[in-house]
């Protein structure tokens, strides 16, 4: 069943409806949401306040898809849970540098193993440290992969202005990770 059919019985009073919506959408708004607060707990909590808040709107939404409005609501809830943290924050589950804990891939070797998690934590770092407008608009686009219309939906901008925002964050994020050695290693580390 397509996402307006299952808003609609959503509207009439079938709860259950609302379960396969979120089953539908719920890994890529945690992606997205992992992307924006840089935590998993964060983005946990973003992804069940977002179909909360979007549940409670249903009667409200009119004249958008379904996935940008979850994706708006979302990016909403992101920012709230953001302010959240900045006054009060807690990463029990990080070590000192602030890493989240995993653990590594049995299939890779230690070296392998180390590369990747610097590599990779040098993406985080440089797409946090990108500003919000820009980190939304490339997480959405590359990680998501929303279309321009659904971008702009979501985030109640031009198209034009998703556009210029992705090209911005995306020269960014290329500046700081050309700077990066786990990414790109100079030559006279590479040996």
């Given at each position: ?130 500003p919000h407008d ?58």
């Amino acid at each position: 069943m397509d996402d307006e059919a299952l808003l609609d019985r959503c509207r009439r009073g079938d709860r259950d409806a609302f379960t396969p919506l979120v089953h539908r959408y719920q890994d890529e708004l945690y992606t997205m949401a992992l992307r924006l607060t840089g935590n998993p707990a964060d983005a946990a909590d973003v992804v069940q306040e977002t179909f909360t808040r979007a549940f409670r709107s249903l009667p409200r939404l009119r004249g958008a898809t379904v996935r940008a409005w979850l994706f708006r609501v979302a990016v909403n809830c992101s920012h709230d849970i953001h302010r959240q943290r900045s006054r009060r924050p807690a990463d029990p589950l990080e070590d000192s540098e602030g890493r989240v804990l995993d653990l590594p891939d049995p299939g890779l070797g230690p070296e392998a193993t180390v590369l990747q998690r610097e590599r990779a934590d040098a993406i985080r770092i440089a797409l946090l440290a990108l500003p919000h407008d820009f980190r939304v608009a490339v997480v959405l686009r590359d990680v998501n992969q929303l279309s321009y219309e659904e971008m702009a939906q979501a985030l109640s901008v031009p198209v034009g202005t998703v556009k210029s925002r992705i090209s911005r964050a995306r020269g960014l994020l290329a500046a700081a990770l050309r700077q990066s050695p786990a990414v790109f290693p100079r030559a006279e580390e590479a040996w």
